[in-house]
């Protein structure tokens, strides 16, 4: 394609408050020249020297640095005191995963020989089963002539472990871990993520390579939500026609789940499955009519909302179904709990089913909300005699269920003090709704049991912990990683470390290493970032457009579906399904401007320069590409405003521009445009730009 290579002269027409001021740019930097000078201006702002804290996420309960590290070479000997198997195969991917971050060759008999011996020393006593609760405290001291790992249980030493990689620092001389004394444990004992499977389809691999990644940041739970009105996703041999018809042929056998509850056991994981009734229940009733309360025939769902096919709690037969369903599923996972939804039942159904009436009457119901306790009860009765734990959504909540059950809060924080105060165990999802495109920072400061929560003392130890939700509206196999990751370590830091720990922007400068660090457990969301943007507009225009994609992040909220109107089959390839809730170098660059108004150092005004003008040439390279890549059509608006916000902190670190009121109120009604959610996206360098405009004189 023609090279968008140019020299030009921006005139003052093209500019805010174009009677004051004329700038002429010539280009004599490539691009790639200025994203070069970007990311230096990152490492500047977050140096990655051994000196700094370290990337250490979820951040320890007691931590002390006490010297000198220990230095790996080729003859690392791994010793464990105590027995377990699960162990000795966690110890052996640790140690691969080691080998591959350093490029030492453990396996080298003959190399090692030549080393001086490397001893990590690994001691626990006891392997319990993976269950709410199990201790997974740890001790971790490390000096110059070897590594100490202590804890009661070996879920514990696995913790230690992800902790000991998360250390490892270079120098001119070798890989090394810095000397730390680490005394850890968990704040909450439960520390989870929702998968939706259901609305978009998520493969085996996808379960497990999040698996290795919730281990990675010690999160314990996996809570699987497994049916849905547009798919039923799990195999049953007693009902065949529920996965047979309700899948469009994606769903998990029983083989896959066997291989995910053991690999996830293998890393001191649980796992806990949904499935979801009496409502979001349409897949059910594909091969199962009977169990609707209005008559089939039923389709799956295309699209996604509330919608009002839903369970008839009435019929003798749907208690004798769940029954035979759920002890075949109790069979498949060990975990105690199983979750059972509750959530979003409109009750149309049941206020149309003149059958349903009589029996509320005859029952002495009064509302919807009376006959699904009702039906809640029965589930409870049922899972209850099978040893089983009823979690569902705040809405089940009801004084007449067991006190055994637990309530997962989503609506808000206040079913969570209500469940809590009066006896139930609960749970929080509520601020923690990853599909939501917010900030890592908005989810780090959403505290399960925050200072002066209205829970009363006696009642404080129910709050078990809580759940990031990673909803499938929009998401696929190959954007779910970056839906989820890095910001559920931000979550899972929340949930694991002392309520003090909450420093938004430390925790940012461990968030962006940790993010690298997650790929080395086959996480893509860094990969296919990239890959999208190849796939928009070819390999070798990717650094124009990423120039523009790196400083956007997704509307917040729902706002994506009131934008257009999603489907199953929606392409979710746009720059919108690209970029990312934490636009890292947009939080650079305003960071570097909130720098300048406070110091006016002239370096800093080199360096914020050098950036906008990057801007500047960046829009008119997109202005070529989008005559050959229609589909970045949509974010021209955004590339433009990025140009005149561009422009515009340019003039206000002019001296020859005049910053008058004309000029001011020129320079706000840019601002405010630049701020418009555009092509389901926002520019986040306003707030910047705003800082250097409001500080001009």
């Known amino acids: 394609m023609p090279s968008a290579t140019c020299k030009y002269r921006l005139t003052d027409r093209h500019l805010p408050g174009s009677a004051h001021c004329a700038i002429f740019i010539k280009k004599t930097h490539s691009t790639m020249h200025y994203r070069f000078l970007f990311l230096i201006l990152i490492l500047l702002y977050h140096p990655l020297s051994a000196q700094q804290r370290p990337a250490l996420m979820p951040w320890p309960q007691q931590i002390q640095k006490i010297g000198a590290g220990f230095r790996l070479n080729e003859n690392l000997q791994i010793k464990i005191t105590g027995s377990s198997e ?21 396996d080298d008999t003959a190399l090692a020989n030549k080393k001086e011996p490397r001893l990590i020393q690994i001691r626990f006593t006891q392997t319990p089963e993976v269950q709410l609760g199990v201790d997974e405290s740890y001790q971790l001291l490390i000096l110059p002539a070897k590594v100490t790992l202590t804890a009661t249980t070996d879920i514990g030493i696995m913790r230690g472990l992800e902790t000991l990689l998360q250390l490892l620092t270079a120098d001119d001389k070798s890989y090394f871990f810095p000397g730390y004394e680490i005394k850890d444990k968990p704040r909450f004992a439960w520390r989870g993520l929702l998968l939706d499977v259901c609305r978009h389809w998520l493969p085996k691999e996808v379960v497990l390579r999040n698996l290795d990644a919730l281990a990675a940041v010690k999160m314990n739970v996996l809570h699987l939500h497994l049916t849905e009105d547009q798919g039923f996703r799990i195999e049953s041999k007693v009902y065949p026609a529920l ?53 089939g025939p039923y389709e799956l769902a295309r699209t996604f909302g509330v919608k009002n096919p839903t369970m008839d709690p009435t019929k003798a037969e749907t208690y004798e179904f769940l029954k035979n369903f759920l002890t075949e599923m109790a069979g498949l996972f060990p975990d105690e709990f199983i979750h059972i939804g509750g959530d979003e039942n409109n009750g149309k159904q049941w206020s149309a089913n003149e059958d349903i009436q009589a029996f509320m009457v005859e029952k002495r119901l009064v509302s919807n909300h009376e006959l699904q306790a009702y039906f809640n009860r029965r589930l409870a009765a049922i ?42 165990d609960v749970l929080l999802s509520n601020g923690y709704y990853i599909d939501l495109f917010q900030p890592a920072a908005y989810h780090y400061l959403n505290d399960p049991l925050p200072a002066g929560a209205p829970i009363e003392p006696q009642a404080r130890t129910h709050v078990l912990g809580g759940e990031a939700t ?12 970056g839906r989820i990751w890095p910001r559920t370590a931000a979550i899972a830091e929340r949930l694991w470390s002392p309520a003090a720990v909450k420093d938004v922007d430390d925790m940012y400068n461990r968030l962006r290493r940790v993010a690298v660090q997650l790929e080395n457990v086959g996480l893509q969301h860094m990969k296919n970032y990239e890959m999208m943007m190849r796939r928009l507009v070819g390999e070798e225009n990717v650094p124009v457009l990423r120039t523009l994609v790196d400083l956007l992040e997704p509307v917040e909220g729902y706002k994506r579906h009131g934008a257009r ?19 890292f170098e947009a939080m650079n660059f305003n960071k570097l401007a909130e720098s300048y108004v406070a110091n006016h150092d002239m370096t800093t005004k080199e360096e914020l320069k050098a950036l906008l ?9 997109m202005k070529t590409l989008v005559r050959h ?60 730009i705003r800082a250097l405009v409001e500080a001009a004189r």
């Open 470 to 481: 990673m909803w499938a509206e929009l998401i696929t196999p190959e954007t779910v990683d």
């Open 629 to 688: 890549y229609p589909a970045i059509a949509e974010v021209m608006p955004l590339s433009e405003d990025l140009w005149r916000l561009a422009i515009l902190g340019l003039q206000a670190m002019s001296n020859t521009t005049v910053h008058d009121a004309e000029w001011r109120a020129s320079a706000e009604q840019a601002l405010t445009d630049a701020a418009m959610i555009k092509a389901e996206c926002e520019l986040k360098v306003v707030e910047g």
């Open 243 to 295: 996965h047979e018809l309700g899948s469009d042929g994606y769903y998990f056998t029983q083989q896959d789940i066997r291989e995910i509850v053991a690999y996830a056991a293998d890393r001191g994981i649980r796992v806990v499955p949904e499935f979801d009734m009496p409502g979001h229940a349409t897949s059910w009733f594909l091969g199962h009519p009977e169990l609707a309360s209005a008559p």
């Open 383 to 424: 899972l209850t005699r099978l040893n089983k734990r009823m979690v569902g959504w705040d809405e089940i909540l009801d004084e007449r269920l067991p006190k055994s059950i637990v309530i997962q809060s989503w609506r808000g924080k206040q079913a969570l003090v209500d469940a809590a105060n009066a006896g139930y």
């Open 613 to 621: 003008l990057t801007w500047v040439d960046n829009h008119q390279q």
């Open 86 to 106: 699960r162990l000795e195969r966690y110890v052996a991917r640790f140690k691969q995963r080691l080998a591959r971050r350093t490029t030492l060759f453990f």
């Open 565 to 583: 109107k999603y489907t199953v089959f929606s392409p979710l390839t746009r720059v919108a399904d690209i970029a990312r809730s934490d636009a």
